[in-house]
Structure formats: structure tokens, C-alpha cells
């Protein structure tokens, strides 16, 4: 069974010119086939959008090795139901968690975007009004830090 290789994102972590290229060439590839827009007429809707499908790349790398070794080994799983989840902005915290937001920085800036700009265009994600839905939040990056195999619902 051929697998989809994910290798190409797995190595984006160092700030490295190849590096910054890669992660331009994503960028611009889902601006351009994603989105369908060019530099003339994207907004910075856009390029928040562009920037959250190439984080998006780098999160699925992760995930499609971690659902094979789900698959391979079986392991009891926690699912937490919970009615509420106050998230926050996800963008710049999942890529501060995969340790590429001075990479995905440093490339916007090479091409004369501001990432504090594309990041204040990401709207609040909160489903709920607070304590019970931060708590949900925290149990779910808990559950993440620990390597536990979890799901919210």
C-alpha cells in the first residue's frame, strides 16, 4: 500500500533558506491553485487564508503518522464531550506548537507581508461564554502535550 509522503514538510523546522523557500512555494501555491488569487487582487484575507493552508500541510504530515500508528497499535482513545470550547485564535498558536512561526514569519516578510497583520484577521474562536469552554480547551491541549490519543467533541 503506497502512502502519501509528507516528508517534503516534516523538515520545515530551521530557519533555513531552503527552508524559507519551501514554505513560499506553499504559500504561493495556495494562493494561486487554493484560492485562485493573484498578488494583484488578494486581500489580506487572502494571504491569512494562503497562510493557514500551508500550516494546515504541516499539521496533517503529523497527523496522517499519528492516525498510522493509531491504526497499527489500537490504543484506548479518550474522547471528551463537552458543550462548549473556548479555542482562541489557533493560527499563531499551532505554529508557535510546530515550532515554525519564525519560519512562516520571516517568509511572509521576505514578501513584503506582516504576519501580526494576517494574524488580526483570524477571528476568535469561542463556542460558549468562558469557564466551562476554556477548561475544555486546556483538557484538550493537555490531552496533546501528553502524546494521549484524545478527540473533542
Known sequence: EEAINFDFISRLEDLTEGNVKAIRDLFNRHLHCTLAKDVDVATDRDYYLALSYTVRDHVMAGWHRTQKQYYKNDPKRVYYLSMEFYMGRSLTNTMINLG????????LYDMGLKMEELEEVEV??????GGLGRLAACFLDSMATLALPGYGY
Do not use: E, K
Open 100 to 107: 515554525i512561526r519564525s519560519l512562516c514569519s520571516t517568509t
Open 124 to 129: 476568535d474562536a469561542g463556542l460558549g461564554n
